[in-house]
């Protein structure tokens, strides 16, 4: 059995170890994928903001991880100051980055949790009231490793040996920490030594799925095929596909899922086809105060991402574009829902409830191959 590494999308880098302030944020710039594999380092929260909202930072976990960050590297700014300085640094930073992007619930989550650290925290000073709220943002980034992992353990079981999946958009290791969601049983069917290949949605109009997906799992070794994502239904028809593999940016209390715009469509066809489709995301993407889907704000992006989304005019200037970046899939389209906890199956309002608020309990080992569907 073999361990598999991916690269670290996001983490802390402390100036002055073991303490880890000053520190700052380094990320890996996913706008410059897959051509070149480029860092962005900073500490400004300003630059951070702008990270999350032009997607050089993005998948919900990982944007989590960025603005949780965001508040460490916006309090320890304010030194040598009060200790009151550091909390409505804190508070400034959390609004600020609150503004980002709207659909991802991790980003709220973090930015909550952070809040509510540097408010009950018993901190003596500034200076150890900063230095408590860095080690709060690493541990989000570590919780989000080892969850990740753990999705892998529960999802792998969903995958036999030779087996192919469908994926949309990218929730791999590029939108986490570092092993992914939807990914992440892949990655684990690969260290326990079985055979799993990847059809990679492109995932228009900015193709996270061509750039991001299938750039990491390359680097991984693992088989990954390209297609546009008009060609889903073919590739469904011809039987190529056993399992569709999509991450969420939000789950409502219902099971409702929202994802990168697609994602939806590539339910109805896997319904349609008569293929399993798993949502697989942490519990912190479970919104149980959103009742339904229609109560999740869906980004609308640029209208250049559309004509213009790299550079190229790919339709007339002054033509009326809609861009949303999310749609919603609804919870009957949903096979089952794979978090760290468990697998949830329908139905899914009380099953994700009970899920979200019990505490987590041990992962069992993934030793051996799974079972066949």
Partial sequence: MRRMTTLRTIEWISESPPALIPGHVRLIDQTQLPETLAYLDTADVEVLREAIRMLRVRGAPAIGIAAAMGVAAAAQAVLPASREAVLAAADAAAARLAGARPTAVNLFWALERMQRLARTCDAPTAQALAERLAREACAVRDEDAAMCRAIGGHGLPLLRDGCTVLTHCNAGGLATAEFG?????????????????????????????????????????????????????????EGRIDAVLVGADRIAANGDAANKIGTYGTAVLARHHRIPFYVLAPTSTIDLRTPGGDGIPIEERDREEVIRGFGRLTAPESVAVYSPA????????VTAIVCEKGIVRPPYEEALRLVAERRPRPIPPTTGAPPAR
């Fill in 326 to 333: 999310f749609d919603v899939t609804p919870a009957p389209l």
């Fill in 181 to 237: 969601t939807a990914l992440a049983p892949v990655y684990a069917a690969a260290e326990q030594g079985l055979s799993v290949r990847v059809f990679a949605d492109e995932t228009r109009p900015l193709l996270q799925g061509s750039r991001l997906t299938a750039w990491e799992l390359m680097q991984a070794g693992i088989p990954v095929t390209v297609i546009t994502d008009g060609m889903a239904a073919q590739v469904m028809k």
